[in-house]
């Protein structure tokens, strides 16, 4: 007994089998594609800014620790950073388990301060805390600062 060879086949589909209406909503949808994709709006990703700070560039390193009342190092607080003319925060952070973070920003004169979200924070005994005060510190070129956030009753 002799088995048949198996073939593989060969299918070809043609757009022709489409009605008009199947050709006409696949032609506006991709009109509607590519118009969405060209604007930036619907589709940021797409266009998405390059980072202002690339990592290639020189950069300065803003390095901080967040104390507690305590003066035990605090975690998971929120670390805003702005110019100092500016009023919104341009950079958002959290400390880590040490109560430690760090931050690149651009090299050159510039002034900034630094504060701490705390809403919502309490220490163990229910106590709410508050930030002594706001830190400004002065970078020059390309260099690391060191400060700390001590945080009050």
Same mark, same amino acid.
């Given at each position: 007994?002799?088995?048949?060879?198996?073939?593989?086949?060969?299918?070809?589909?043609?757009?022709?089998?489409?009605?008009?209406r199947a050709h006409l909503l696949l032609c506006s949808f991709a009109i509607i594609f590519?118009?969405?994709?060209?604007?930036?709006?619907?589709?940021?990703?797409a266009h998405a800014a390059p980072s202002k700070l690339k990592p290639t560039d020189d950069?300065?390193?803003?390095?901080?620790?967040?104390?507690?009342?305590?003066?035990?190092?605090?975690?998971? /607080?929120? =670390? +805003?950073?702005?110019?100092?003319?500016?009023?919104?925060? #341009?950079?958002?952070?959290?400390?880590?388990?040490?109560?430690?973070?760090?931050?690149?920003?651009?090299?050159?004169?510039?002034?900034?301060?630094?504060?701490?979200?705390?809403?919502?924070?309490?220490?163990?005994?229910?106590?709410?805390?508050?930030?002594?005060?706001?830190?400004? /510190?002065? =970078? +020059?070129?390309?260099?690391?600062?060191?400060?700390?956030? #001590?945080?009050?009753?």
């Amino acid at each position: 007994m002799r088995r048949k060879k198996w073939r593989a086949k060969t299918v070809t589909s043609s757009l022709r089998r489409l009605s008009f209406r199947a050709h006409l909503l696949l032609c506006s949808f991709a009109i509607i594609f590519l118009v969405a994709a060209s604007t930036p709006r619907l589709f940021p990703s797409a266009h998405a800014a390059p980072s202002k700070l690339k990592p290639t560039d020189d950069y300065a390193l803003i390095f901080g620790t967040v104390w507690g009342p305590d003066n035990h190092p605090v975690y998971g /607080i929120k =670390v +805003e950073i702005r110019r100092a003319p500016g009023k919104k925060p #341009h950079w958002e952070l959290y400390s880590d388990h040490a109560g430690e973070f760090a931050q690149r920003v651009p090299a050159g004169e510039a002034d900034y301060v630094i504060t701490a979200d705390l809403k919502g924070v309490k220490t163990k005994d229910g106590q709410p805390v508050r930030l002594q005060e706001p830190v400004t /510190i002065h =970078v +020059e070129y390309d260099e690391r600062v060191d400060m700390s956030l #001590h945080l009050t009753r």
